[in-house]
């Protein structure tokens, strides 16, 4: 199960995203926004991170106007490492070496045709287990 979260910034993408997720028969929780109304982005990074770090569940994915906003707050919450990411490259990399258990993306900053490739990416890339990033890893949680 994936959560999903935004705030207005990021409702557009985060629609588009769904499409992706939904064509691909994977199942999601959307934890709101619902509309494109003003709201407050450290409610939904909250929200999606307590799903991932609960267990409820597995990943998560954040969008804001920038993803920055959104990441700093799924980052607050124990047992969460949420990494922007605006290509491909950093998506995989931060599944390979950081085991990154949330994907943040800004809606203003990403186009739907590259978010759902970051995603894609996000989704199918599998912590490395080697033992330097597992180290590394174990460092963040101290």
Known sequence: ????????????????????????GLEYKDYGTYSSASVDYPIYGKKVAHAVADGECERG????????????????????????CSDCFSAEATRLHNDANILCMGGRVVGPGLAVKIVDTFLNTE??????????????EE
Do not use: P, W
């Open 61 to 84: 994915i954040l969008i804001c106007g920038t993803g920055i906003g959104i990441s700093i707050a799924a980052n607050k919450v124990k047992g969460i490492r949420a990494a922007l």
């Open 1 to 24: 199960m994936i959560a999903i979260g935004c705030d207005q910034g990021g409702y557009e993408l985060k629609l588009e995203v769904i499409k992706y997720l939904e064509s691909k």
């Open 127 to 140: 912590f490395s287990n080697e033992e330097r990033h597992a180290r590394r890893i174990g460092m963040l």
